[in-house]
T-cell receptor
Framework: KAGVTQTPRYLIKTRGQQVTLSCSPI?????VSWYQQTPGQGLQFLFEYFSETQRNKGNFPGRFSGRQFSNSRSEMNVSTLELGDSALYLCASSQPGLAGGWSYEQYFGPGTRLTVT | GDSVTQMEGPVTLSEEAFLTINCTYT??????LFWYVQYPGEGLQLLLKATKADDKGSNKGFEATYRKETTSFHLEKGSVQVSDSAVYFCALSDQGYSTLTFGKGTMLLVSP
């Protein structure tokens, strides 16, 4: 079974621009979560989508948004980019319930490395 | 809110040495606990998990036991290899939710 795929893998943008990142989950997985990884803040949760609905949201400004399509693929968008948005953005997919009990195993993609100049 | 605290790295070991990476957590209820590993230039891979107190997760020679009395989930391996060099993250998710709260990560460097 193919893993989580993210495109593009690398991206360079200029301050003030906007960017869209894409994530395709493992086949059959309906939940997609996004995380930001930086050296200073570590891994921080952005948001989670399940069946096209945002189910949970982290503490990020409104410039960060996302959506999920009917095929479970997800996109996240960052508008008005700032230098501090430079990070590795990781997408993870899961299928609640199949892992057993209350543990929802998340499977991560390789990430998109965003550099803002 | 929930939090995870890991020992700071880097942890530097010689091949075949014993490994312990400490992890403690703060959470309400009964969280699930995870260890993820990140190799250079890659995403995170689930290494092992435990869903209730006294559960032991194990994979590829790594083990961790869910200790509710000490709110800990320490990672251990009896004999590390150079290929184990990576960053290890301890994480938790609240009961009924998939959102992960991560520790800062611990870099492990294993020399031949």
């Amino acid at each position: 079974k193919a893993g989580v795929t993210q495109t593009p893998r690398y991206l360079i943008k200029t301050r003030g621009q906007q960017v869209t990142l894409s994530c395709s989950p493992i086949s059959g997985h309906r939940s997609v979560s996004w995380y930001q990884q930086t050296p200073g803040q570590g891994l921080q949760f952005l948001f989670e989508y399940f069946s096209e609905t945002q189910r949970n949201k982290g503490n990020f400004p409104g410039r960060f948004s996302g959506r999920q399509f009917s095929n479970s693929r997800s996109e996240m968008n960052v508008s008005t980019l700032e230098l501090g948005d430079s990070a590795l953005y990781l997408c993870a997919s899961s299928q609640p319930g199949l892992a057993g009990g209350w543990s929802y195993e998340q499977y991560f993609g390789p990430g998109t490395r965003l550099t803002v100049t | 809110g929930d939090s995870v605290t890991q020992m700071e790295g880097p942890v530097t070991l010689s091949e075949e040495a014993f490994l312990t990476i400490n992890c403690t957590y703060t959470a309400t209820g009964y969280p699930s606990l995870f260890w993820y590993v990140q190799y250079p230039g890659e995403g995170l891979q689930l290494l092992l998990k435990a869903t209730k107190a006294d559960d032991k997760g194990s994979n590829k020679g790594f083990e961790a036991t869910y200790r509710k009395e000490t709110t800990s989930f320490h990672l251990e391996k009896g004999s590390v290899q150079v290929s184990d060099s990576a960053v290890y993250f301890c994480a938790l998710s609240d009961q009924g939710y998939s959102t992960l709260t991560f520790g800062k990560g611990t870099m492990l460097l294993v020399s031949p």
